[in-house]
């Protein structure tokens, strides 16, 4: 498992990434802001598609209602069958900088979070994130989850942009390292995290807004939605981990993907995707709901347990493991699982549960395939059929295979 330059490879992998100082400068259109980006352009979650890859219901949803908000049509089939044909272009939101939740596609009107890091100046974006449930990125459709994404790519969007703008770029790390003393992992637990934020950009935007029910109605949003810190942190995580790519002969990975057909890794060494089949999802699911009623797993949300979270994290937010389906025992398991597959500790993200220690930080390719310990991420779980929506929540291992895949390409 040693190799002396793959070792000196990693650790200047980790500074790069420890050394990461993301901050959110803009809420913008992601036409307008995102380079690269061409009018009919559809960004998915995940690796790349392949032609006879499956479209599963989550995406096959998003990419319908992504078509009806862009006013191509307004029947949710023909949208689904449209976006699938030429002129729309279904491509990665990794060839562009950008991240999907879940099953949430990005088009050109889709109001986008713009973060910097400030160490690089390397830019990345996420969607807006809607809050639980009948959300349109698990595939959702129905008429209320179309109008509340009509106002968040809008009034919203322009409220929180023009807010920012008057406060100026906000400092994403310190609010994780905050909500993470709070009970957040940082990943399925952003209630501490969203708060923060909020309070962080409340008073300018009670100064920016229109006027007061404009106000009250995006602060009211954020009050009610507790995941909406989410695609800030894994907008932070990505310009942190892109630091870390192409350096050379490092095992140390920089992404974990799903596109809803396959998974995928990348390592900082090598930047091809490393593929394998789905893995199977163990969770918990609302009510009404069961197994046999879930879709696959999708989404680039994952690349919050590759900055040490989620997972990793998952000793110090207790309130969550009943949520995803497991006990406090198992979380504090999937935790030291973690710290034995990672190259270090994160020097700022600690876990007060464990007497202040820094999080599993930097998982190692090598170590993975040595140890056969498939890392533990943890998901959201969607209905099987488009236009339902998210059906309960849950947790899953990253297939070895990625990892045996990657190693050979790094030789």
């Known amino acids: 498992m040693t190799s002396m330059p793959t070792d000196r490879a990693n650790q200047d992998a980790l500074a790069a990434i420890a050394a990461a100082r993301p901050l959110l400068v803009a809420v913008g259109r992601a036409g307008d802001v995102i380079p690269g980006f061409a009018a009919h352009d559809l960004l998915h979650a995940g690796p790349p598609l392949a032609a006879d890859d499956a479209r599963c219901g989550a995406l096959r949803g998003a990419i319908a209602g992504a078509l009806l908000l862009e006013g191509v049509t307004d029947d949710p089939q023909r949208a689904a069958a449209l976006g699938e044909a030429a002129p729309w272009r279904l491509r990665s939101a990794d060839s562009c900088s950008a991240l999907g939740t879940f099953g949430g596609v990005i088009s050109a009107s889709s109001a986008v979070f713009v973060v910097e890091n400030a160490t690089t100046g390397v830019r990345t974006f996420s969607a807006i994130n809607e809050g639980r449930g009948a959300a349109l990125r698990y595939g959702s459709t129905a008429p209320e989850s179309l109008a509340r994404m009509r106002w968040l790519d809008g009034e919203f969007a322009s409220t929180l942009g ?79 981990m892109r630091a870390a790519e192409g350096t050379a002969g490092a095992s140390l990975v920089t992404a974990i993907a799903f596109n809803g057909a396959r998974c995928g890794i990348r390592i900082a060494g090598d930047a091809r995707w490393h593929l394998a089949a789905l893995p199977p999802i163990e969770g918990a699911y609302f009510r009404g ?123």
């Open 162 to 240: 023009a807010a920012l703008r008057e406060r100026g770029p906000i400092e994403i790390f310190p609010l994780v390292e905050q909500a993470l003393q709070m009970g957040d992992d940082g990943h399925s637990r952003q209630k501490a995290a969203s708060a923060l934020f909020m309070g962080a950009l409340a008073p300018a935007l009670a100064m920016t807004a229109s006027d007061a029910q404009v106000a009250a109605r995006a602060l009211a949003f954020l009050a009610e939605n507790d995941f909406f810190f989410l695609p800030i942190g894994m907008a932070a995580a990505k310009g942190a």
């Open 289 to 411: 709901r069961e197994a046999r009623d879930a879709g696959p797993v999708i989404g680039d949300s994952e690349i919050m347990e590759t900055l040490g979270l989620g997972a990793c994290a998952m000793a110090g937010a207790p309130a969550l493991a009943r949520y995803v389906g497991g006990s406090v025992a198992q979380a504090n398991a999937f935790t030291d699982q973690m710290y034995a597959v990672t190259l270090g500790e994160h020097p700022r993200f600690r876990i007060p549960a464990l007497d202040g220690r820094g999080t599993p930080f930097g998982i190692d390719a090598r170590k993975v395939v040595a140890t056969g310990i498939a890392p533990v991420f943890n998901t959201g779980i969607a209905h099987r059929e488009p236009g339902v929506g998210q059906i309960g929540a849950g947790y899953g291992r990253v297939p070895l295979e990625c990892f045996r895949s990657a190693l050979a390409a790094l030789g």
